[in-house]
């Protein structure tokens, strides 16, 4: 361990995925918000979590309608990924004022945003009050893509121009530099 040293920042692992999340609820109407804290959990079923401190207005929500939507932004859509980040669905239409577009999901009771190229609809399985942020785990029920990004099934991630979130800063991604056991390839 020479030459290491420890450090106080709560963002210790990069870069993540940034990522719009829809939600609904009977009274409060539709909502999104922006989220860093995601990720894949399980293959099989497919889920994803989102970690959402329950101060935000979308934690109310989803924690009520048990469902949310994940949906992946292009570079194109920063600007309004960063909006939907810093207002609250509390203070008017986010959706609105951020020139986005709600559609109905087709498993669950959350909207979709269409702009985004990639969605998810996740249904809640499990609440994990974990300290600031409550986990929202949600099987993947139903997911969609733009009909230009999909080939043979499989979503061809180079037409997609994909945005990450490193410590406070929004990265774009560059080229791509390798393949899934391409290390194995070259060893035989
Ligand atoms: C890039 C980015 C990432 C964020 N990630 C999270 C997150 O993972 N969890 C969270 O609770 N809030 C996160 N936020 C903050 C919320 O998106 C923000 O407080 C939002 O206004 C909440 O909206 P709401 O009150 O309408 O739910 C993030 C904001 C930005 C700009």
Same mark, same amino acid.
């Given at each position: $361990?020479?030459?290491?040293?420890?450090?106080?920042?709560?963002?210790?692992?990069?870069?993540? !995925?940034?990522?719009?999340?829809? *939600?609904?609820? +009977? &009274?409060?109407?539709?909502?999104?918000?922006?989220?860093?804290?995601?990720?894949?959990? *399980?293959?099989?079923?497919?889920?994803?979590?989102?970690?959402?401190? !329950? &101060?935000?207005? #979308?934690?109310? $929500?989803?924690? /009520?309608?048990? *469902?949310?939507?994940?949906? =992946? !932004?292009?570079?194109? =859509?920063?600007?309004?990924?960063?909006? *939907?980040?810093?207002? #609250? %669905?509390? /203070? %008017? /239409?986010?959706?609105?004022?951020?020139? @986005?577009?709600?559609? #109905?999901?087709? +498993?669950?009771?959350? !909207? @979709?945003?269409? &702009?985004?190229?990639?969605?998810?609809?996740?249904?809640?399985?499990?609440?994990?009050?974990?300290?600031?942020?409550?986990?929202?785990?949600?099987?993947?029920? +139903?997911?969609? +893509?733009?009909?230009?990004?999909?080939?043979?099934?499989?979503?061809?991630?180079?037409?997609?121009? @994909?945005?990450?979130?490193?410590?406070? &800063?929004?990265?774009?991604?560059?080229?791509?530099?390798?393949?899934?056991?391409?290390?194995?390839?070259?060893?035989?």
């Amino acid at each position: $361990m020479n030459d290491k040293v420890g450090f106080d920042a709560a963002q210790v692992i990069a870069p993540l !995925p940034v990522v719009l999340v829809g *939600c609904a609820h +009977a &009274e409060l109407g539709l909502n999104l918000l922006t989220i860093a804290w995601t990720g894949i959990d *399980c293959s099989d079923p497919p889920a994803i979590h989102v970690s959402i401190r !329950p &101060e935000r207005h #979308s934690h109310r $929500m989803i924690a /009520d309608s048990g *469902c949310f939507t994940v949906n =992946l !932004p292009s570079r194109a =859509l920063l600007r309004q990924v960063d909006l *939907c980040g810093i207002v #609250s %669905g509390r /203070d %008017g /239409d986010k959706w609105r004022r951020a020139g @986005l577009t709600p559609l #109905s999901g087709t +498993a669950v009771a959350a !909207p @979709l945003v269409a &702009e985004c190229p990639v969605n998810f609809e996740c249904a809640v399985k499990h609440v994990v009050p974990l300290g600031v942020h409550t986990m929202f785990v949600g099987e993947v029920v +139903a997911r969609h +893509a733009d009909d230009n990004l999909v080939r043979g099934g499989r979503l061809d991630f180079s037409k997609l121009a @994909l945005v990450a979130y490193v410590n406070g &800063e929004y990265w774009s991604l560059g080229e791509r530099i390798g393949t899934h056991g391409f290390s194995g390839r070259e060893r035989a």
